[in-house]
């Protein structure tokens, strides 16, 4: 299995504080994902890297790969209250006929 | 206009009951998929449909049964619930088996 491992699992910042999230996972990837979910609801799309892009920006949303140490990390910056939800990456792989993996996620809580 | 849209959204049952959840996506997706949220928040692949084939099946009991009518509908079939179905499912659609994942908000499923 390549699922992704979210690290730290909880994390409790100040608004205005940047959160980092990271994840690793285990084999080839094609890119990787980053999902968000509110309480209570489905997840949404963030932002997809590329196994040949190093750094991706949307926003306040900064993603990293490190494809040699098979890991990503999503940094979000000047946090809100608003961001309060968890974050999961996703490992999609160069084998065919392989869906999207997910990892366990990382529960952030962003205190005004 | 819900991209991917299941229902319904919650589900009560007693245990030996069947029962279908539905999902329907107006994206032109040609991948569908039904995932699993336990009570840890981790998310499971349980089926993957392309183009109205399965092409993963994991190793779900054989209770469950998902069903395409069309490339549009991937609804998933319970036989003889038990407790431990208890979870949340989403439906979630990609273009390929790489690309973006939409979800639905959900089915919060109980078995009592």
């Known amino acids: 299995s390549q699922q992704g491992e979210e690290d730290p699992q909880a994390l409790s910042i100040q608004e205005g504080e940047n959160a980092t999230m990271n994840c690793s996972y285990k084999?080839?990837?094609?890119?990787l994902q980053w999902y968000r979910q509110n309480s209570g609801r489905g997840l949404v799309h963030l932002i997809l890297?590329?196994?040949?892009?190093r750094e991706k920006h949307s926003g306040r949303l900064r993603v990293t790969l490190d494809t040699s140490k098979k890991s990503s990390s999503l940094l979000i910056t000047a946090s809100r209250a608003a961001d309060t939800a968890s974050y999961f990456c996703?490992?999609?792989?160069?084998?065919?006929?392989?869906?999207?993996?997910f990892g366990k996620g990382t529960r952030l809580s962003v205190i005004a | 206009d819900t991209a991917v849209s299941q229902t319904p959204k919650y589900l009560v049952t007693q245990m030996g009951n069947d029962k279908s959840i539905k999902c329907e996506q107006n994206?032109?997706?040609?991948?569908m998929y039904w995932y699993k949220q336990d009570s840890k928040k981790f998310l499971k692949i349980m089926f993957s449909?392309?183009?109205?084939?399965?092409?993963i099946n994991e190793t779900v009991p054989n209770r469950f049964s998902p069903k395409s009518p069309d490339k549009a509908h991937l609804n998933l079939h319970i036989n003889s619930l038990e407790l431990g179905d208890s979870a949340v499912y989403f439906c979630?659609?990609?273009?390929?088996?790489?690309?973006?994942?939409?979800f639905g908000q959900g089915t919060r499923l109980t078995v009592v």
């Open positions: 994206l032109g997706h040609d991948t």
């Open positions: 890297i590329r196994s040949n892009e």
């Open positions: 996703a490992t999609a792989s160069n084998s065919g006929n392989t869906p999207l993996v």
């Open positions: 084999t080839s990837i094609n890119n």
């Open positions: 979630a659609s990609s273009q390929g088996e790489r690309g973006l994942a939409f």
């Open positions: 449909y392309n183009n109205k084939e399965l092409i």
